[in-house]
């Protein structure tokens, strides 16, 4: 068996070879290969690749000529923009002087921390780490604005996160700067008030730029010049004169690396710094004016007369503005608040307060010009005036009355009664006439924003507000300042200013000049008065003598309620006083502060002017709860007056040499420098 199976595999093998040996052998036995063939094959395979390479370069040399040529604006700008950026250069903001060149608003050098928005870094995790690490206090509302703030802002638009960095935070910060990429330490100029509290309500205050400021920014087109700017005008003339004091943006062209840090500027574009402001005020006399308030809540307004100029604007209590501009913690917000005497309301503008006898010298002018008085009529003066047909009484505060009277000696002893009646005569809509003429229930047009109106009474008011009709009793206290009638004290002032110029009208406002701080010698910007040559309109110009004449003897006169507190001074005054009821007295009672809550004693109230020819200062002033006026305000016009006329200014005009004859109705003639 073995053997066959292996003769078998021999006989395979012999096969095989035959196979093999037949198949390369020719015809005549001659091996024979194909190089025809095989050449045709090899030179198809050539053209194949030689084609393949050279469709390939073409479409290499098309992809660069497309990306180098036809591509390059493009290309070359977006690798610009990855490398150069323009940065912007935030403006010097304008300084504030007062009338002699004292700085009321500097801008002094700080080290804040700022963060430049990445979309490989979470802001708000950044913001809340560094709140921690730092120090910060930063409430979540406030962070929540933050990070609002960088989503609304360019990669490379820092936002502030703290400024104002104390030394410990700055090393702190250091130690720790490899951790926050994207947050640097950062010098710029912050806003400083160096008198703090004595001038805020008149210059307000500057701080971080919110939402709400970003929204309307850019509704108004400017949200482009705040590029990189963190702060900007809250109040006062700060808010008014943003445009002014802000200056226009300049820009930086750097270079950046990946992280978007400065390898160094190829491009610088300056900015053009806000202008310089100098104010009306006079820092002495506003710093004079808080000292006599003191702890007494209420307002002291001085003013030029003839120009509207504004010496002294102080609201009391106050507060400092530096608090908002490194940025106001919530405890102590909180705390200002809270506060009893709420130093937040700017009681020169803001606050709405009954004028009381202060208006009779206006109501004057209207008896005058409407016919209802004269020079030389004559009225009885009772302990109280009654309406006919009723049984109520409008008390006069003397409670056996004055006895007769002329409209000079009706201003000197403020006799109610006199007024009562002339009220009751004219009624509600001839008095609300001539109350908007006097500039009452609008806006004085003062170069701040913060400004009520007050409440000028009419028949259309009283059904808006109280869906009632007027009624003739509503009428009646109308005629000493109380009732529904309110106004603010610089409504009040402005108002005897008309008096003071015999009926010149002015704008009281803040602003003397703006100056480029550049070019100082270059034409400056004054402000213009849009009531310049507006005359109040009146029947006969000697109307004024006699509501000026009444006041004059208010202060000077043998019963006037100011002449205790104008005893012995150098020059001629005139003034009149005011004692404002806060809440009602009932029929047959006597008031008795004694007995009442302090907030509703009654308040004070007094206007003066000097020298009484020519007037060079006016002085309005209202307490709050702090009783009569000619017994607690008229002492602080003095010593205001005296303090301007003969310390701050004593070379100025004060009054005639020679004394002149003035004829004052019934009482005869009165002898006035």
């Known amino acids: 068996m073995l053997f066959k199976r292996r003769k078998k595999e021999r006989a395979l093998f012999k096969t095989e070879k035959k196979r093999r040996h037949s198949h390369n052998q020719g015809k005549g036995g001659i091996s024979v290969r194909n190089t025809e063939y095989e050449n045709l094959i090899f030179r198809n395979r050539m053209l194949v690749c030689i084609f393949g390479v050279i469709l390939m370069a073409g479409i290499l040399f098309a992809n660069l000529y497309y990306l180098q040529i036809v591509s390059y604006d493009d290309y070359s700008t977006r690798s610009n923009e990855n490398r150069i950026r323009v940065l912007p250069v935030v403006p010097q903001r304008g300084i504030i002087y007062d009338r002699n060149h004292v700085v009321l608003a500097d801008n002094r050098p700080v080290y804040h921390l700022v963060l430049f928005p990445h979309k490989d870094y979470s802001t708000k995790d950044t913001i809340e780490r560094l709140n921690t690490l730092l120090d910060l206090s930063l409430s979540a509302r406030e962070i929540n604005n933050l990070v609002y703030l960088a989503r609304t802002r360019n990669r490379f638009n820092g936002v502030e996160i703290a400024e104002a960095l104390s030394d410990k935070q700055i090393s702190t910060f250091a130690v720790n700067r490899h951790l926050y990429p994207n947050v640097q330490i950062a010098a710029n100029l912050k806003r400083f008030y160096p008198f703090a509290n004595i001038a805020t309500h008149a210059i307000g205050y500057v701080s971080r730029i919110n939402q709400q400021d970003v929204e309307r920014l850019t509704a108004e ?17 700060e ?67 003839n120009s509207g100029e504004l010496l002294a604007f102080y609201s009391n209590p106050s507060y400092d503005p530096n608090l908002f501009v490194r940025g106001i913690r919530s405890s102590e917000y909180a705390k200002l608040l809270n506060h009893p005497g709420k130093p937040l309301i700017n009681r020169v503008t803001q606050g709405g307060y009954a004028p009381a006898s202060t208006v009779k010298p206006l109501l004057t002018i209207m008896g005058l010009n409407e016919g209802l008085i004269t020079t030389t009529s004559t009225y009885f003066g009772g302990p109280a005036f009654m309406l006919p047909g009723s049984t109520h009484r409008f008390r006069d505060w003397r409670s056996w009355g004055h006895g007769w009277l002329d409209i000079y000696r009706a201003i000197e002893l403020s006799a109610d009664t006199y007024f009562y009646d002339l009220a009751y005569r004219a009624g509600i809509d001839r008095i609300h006439q001539y109350l908007d003429l006097f500039g009452f229930g609008k806006s004085t047009g003062i170069d701040i924003n913060e ?154 109230l007094f206007v003066a002017f000097a020298p009484f020819r020519h007037p060079r200062i006016l002085v309005g002033i209202i307490l709050e709860n702090e009783g009569g006026g000619s017994a607690k305000a008229a002492p602080l016009a003095r010593r205001m007056i005296d303090k301007y006329l003969l310390e701050l200014y004593p070379d100025g005009y004060m009054g005639e040499t020679q004394p002149v004859e003035q004829k004052f109705g019934l009482g005869g003639t009165v002898l006035v420098q």
């Open 221 to 237: 087109g400017k949200i482009d010049n705040y590029e990189g700017s963190l702060a900007i005008g809250k109040l006062g003339i």
């Open 239 to 305: 808010k008014y004169y943003e445009d002014l004091l802000h200056g226009t943006t300049g820009s930086r062209e750097v270079e950046v690396d990946s992280h978007g840090r400065v390898i160094r500027t190829l491009k610088y574009n300056p900015p053009k710094p806000g202008l310089d402001l100098t104010l009306t005020i006079d820092i002495r006399l506003q710093y004079y004016a808080q000292e006599l308030l003191g702890n007494m809540r209420g307002a002291i307004v001085a003013i030029e007369p």
């Open 451 to 604: 400004e009520s109106l007050g409440v000028n009474p009419s028949r259309e008011w009283k059904q808006r507000r109280f869906k009632d009709r007027w009624h003739l009793g509503d009428t009646v206290p109308i005629g000493i300042g109380q009732g529904y009638w309110t106004t603010t004290l610089l409504q009040l002032v402005r108002a005897h200013c008309i008096v003071a110029n015999s009926g010149q009208e002015v704008t009281p406002h803040l602003l003397k000049f703006a100056r480029n701080p550049l070019n100082p010698h270059a034409e400056t910007i004054s402000y213009q008065d849009s009531l310049e040559g507006t005359r109040f309109p009146v029947k006969d110009q000697s109307y004024w003598d006699v509501s000026r004449a009444g006041m004059y003897l208010v202060v000077n006169g043998p019963e006037g309620t100011g002449r205790r507190a104008f005893y012995g001074a150098k020059y001629k005054a005139a003034g009149k006083s005011g004692t404002a009821q806060v809440v009602a007295i009932k029929q047959g009672q006597k008031y008795d502060a004694s007995k009442l809550r302090a907030e509703h004693r009654d308040n004070a």
